[in-house]
């Protein structure tokens, strides 16, 4: 089914302009959101057809099936919830049966969890952003290699730089280049992590495994080493910091690919290492959280544009939003712990609602 169809067999109950233009932070650049409910035929709902929503190509325009939208609500979903708090400017069709779905029915302190939880969730990711932006990773990935050192007095050498910079003082020649890693064999040192005995074949005859097999290996090759042999050297693989930089170069090339370029271009021209737009409705939902506790209610329509607006265009530093949103989780907490609202919606009575709106649709 096809939001044509929807319109075509007269099945939409509620239509709204939604985002930016409901809250009142439109700019001349913003898209026009549109957010609505339907209600399936009677033969597609009782038989083997339930399509619980229904959206364009772009995810701009959506409409959901009335019990999804109930169930939504049910769970205090803040998108849904903002739906049914759409201001009357914003709402372009409404069915009257929509009346008998009232925000107040629905708000309850799992609010806490929906809307601020999902802001939270946004502060992580903000700070993930700022962590890649300030931290770039060289397309070059490193092997495991460059987290070995050799123990040396009382400090340690890059192994690269040991191998490199290796002069002879008894019978291993230095060689082209200082010593090669292909002709290394490593033994594994008893009761410790990490740590190995370096012994070194400089004619290749024992048949060592070297340090790696490849530039590709995640781990150490160890090697048979004869008994009595004396070690060159003793090396330490930091394989927990090899394990957090693979981690690190897989997420930050993965954000590389998939980035959004239009908006880290607008990011990166104010300079402040974070998504501002993203982070502004990240303040207004919080804000949206605290107004729910203070008042019992929930009107979308922001009465600080200009601040909103000001962080978006990255006026505010990383630090003051954070901040912003770490004062706004404590009041939060405060008003929660005060609020009179129910633990958790009424679902006996919401679901008669809904089933009041079909009856009277199915008649």
């Known amino acids: 089914m096809k939001i044509e169809t929807l319109k075509h067999k007269n099945l939409i109950l509620f239509q709204a302009i939604s985002g930016s233009r409901s809250f009142g932070l439109a700019t001349e650049n913003s898209d026009t959101d ?27 325009i959506t409409y959901y099936e009335i019990g999804r939208l109930v169930k939504l609500l049910q769970k205090n979903n803040p998108n849904i919830l903002e739906i049914l708090a759409s201001p009357e400017a914003c709402i ?12 107040e029915d629905f708000l309850s302190k799992l609010c806490k969890d929906t809307f601020a939880g999902y802001a939270i969730s946004q502060i992580k990711k903000a700070k993930g952003l700022n962590k890649k932006i300030l931290n770039p990773i060289n397309k070059e990935r490193k092997s495991i290699l460059d987290f070995c050192y050799i123990l040396q007095n009382q400090g340690s050498v890059p192994l690269k730089k040991w191998l490199l910079e290796f002069h002879s003082s008894g019978g291993v020649s230095k060689g ?16 410790t992590k990490g740590m190995f005995a370096l012994f070194y074949n ?44 693979c981690k690190d170069y897989r997420e930050y090339w993965k954000w590389v690919s998939e980035r959004n370029e239009d908006r880290y271009n607008v990011n990166q021209h104010h300079g402040q290492n974070y998504d501002s737009k993203n982070m502004m409705h990240t303040i207004r939902l919080l804000q949206s959280c605290e107004q729910i506790f203070k008042t019992n209610s929930l009107s979308i329509r922001v009465e600080n544009r200009d601040e909103l607006l000001d962080i978006k265009a990255g006026n505010w530093s990383y630090e003051s939003v954070m901040k912003k949103a770490e004062d706004l989780i404590r009041s939060i907490e405060f008003y929660h712990s005060t609020s009179t609202l129910p633990d958790f919606p009424d679902s006996e009575k919401t679901t008669k609602i809904l089933i009041e709106i079909r009856e009277n649709l199915y008649q």
Not at 49 to 59: A, F, G, L
Not at 176 to 191: A, W
Not at 210 to 234: H, R
């Open 34 to 60: 549109i957010r609505g409910v339907y209600y399936l035929p009677k033969e597609d709902f009782f038989g083997l057809h339930y399509i619980p929503q229904i959206s364009n190509e772009t995810n701009d």
């Open 92 to 103: 372009q069709h409404k069915n009257p049966l929509m009346d008998l779905l009232k925000p």
């Open 176 to 191: 082209r280049g200082g010593l090669v890693q292909e002709k290394c064999g490593l033994v594994s040192i008893d009761n």
């Open 202 to 245: 400089e004619s290749g005859d024992m048949d060592y495994k070297g340090v790696i097999q490849n530039e590709e290996a995640n781990q150490i090759s160890v090697s048979s080493v004869p008994k009595g042999g004396k070690p060159l050297a003793y090396l330490f693989c930091n394989l927990d910091a090899y394990s957090t930089y």
